[in-house]
């Protein structure tokens, strides 16, 4: 069965500083996606970036970026500039993309506190 | 494009009674997945469907639970005979294909007393 594993509970950063969440997986899977999800307090989840593995090329969006290592297996999320409004849970989840199952799994999470 | 919507948004009830939440997916949204997200944890996956087709449903969703998506619209989780343990975020999503990122809701908040 596939697992994802996020070893940091909480992390903290500085308005405007960049901080990197941390994030690995296991999986038998040749061809699968990884995301990143936002859950602020209270609120509904959000996307905040998506990787395909077949993609080499690490996927950005405007101040988020991942480190993909396929081999190794790690799918890091950098947040560059972090803004107060970036605060919440993140979470790392992974879903095949072959046999049928649509299903995401998801890490732990880790809070991610930005200090003004 | 309204997002998806769930009701309630919270549930109180007592051990033992029988609670029903809806998900109402985005309009054009096919597929419709259900999640349960307890206290410092990840969500994890309950069942999911297609249209009106339950296509897969995990080992969490025992024969206390049951979902329907009776039109391939809205879709019902009801739990019967709630336990201690059932208390958790309910979490709805929606996706417009296989290969489609999932939309989520703000999930339904349900404590058992």
């Known amino acids: 069965a596939q697992t994802v594993t996020q070893s940091q509970p909480e992390m903290s950063v500085q308005e405007a500083e960049t901080v990197t969440l941390s994030c690995t997986y296991d999986?038998?899977?040749?061809?699968?996606?990884l995301f990143w999800y936002k859950q602020p307090p209270s609120r509904q989840m959000i996307l905040v970036i998506r990787?395909?593995?077949?993609?080499?090329q690490n996927a950005t969006e405007n101040r988020f970026s991942v480190n993909f290592q396929k081999a190794a297996k790690s799918f890091s999320l950098k947040i560059s500039d972090s803004q107060l409004g970036d605060a919440a849970m993140y979470f790392c989840a992974y879903r095949r993309t072959q046999g049928g199952s649509e299903k995401l799994v998801f890490g732990k999470g880790t809070k991610l506190t930005v200090n003004p | 494009d309204t997002g998806v919507s769930q009701n309630p948004r919270h549930k109180i009830t007592k051990r033992g009674q029988n609670v029903t939440f809806r998900c109402d997916p985005i309009s054009e949204h096919n597929r419709l997945y259900w999640y349960r997200q307890t206290l410092g944890q990840g969500p994890e996956f309950l069942t999911y469907f297609q249209n009106e087709a339950q296509l897969e449903k995990s080992r969490l969703l025992s024969d206390r639970f049951s979902a329907e998506r009776p039109k391939g619209s809205f879709s019902t989780l009801e739990i019967q005979r709630t336990e201690q343990g059932d208390s958790a975020m309910y979490l709805c999503?929606?996706?417009?294909?296989?290969?489609?990122?999932?939309?989520f809701g703000d999930g339904t908040r349900l404590s058992i007393l």
């Open positions: 999503a929606s996706g417009g294909g296989p290969h489609q990122p999932q939309h």
């Open positions: 999986t038998s899977e040749s061809d699968y996606y």
């Open positions: 990787q395909e593995a077949y993609k080499q």
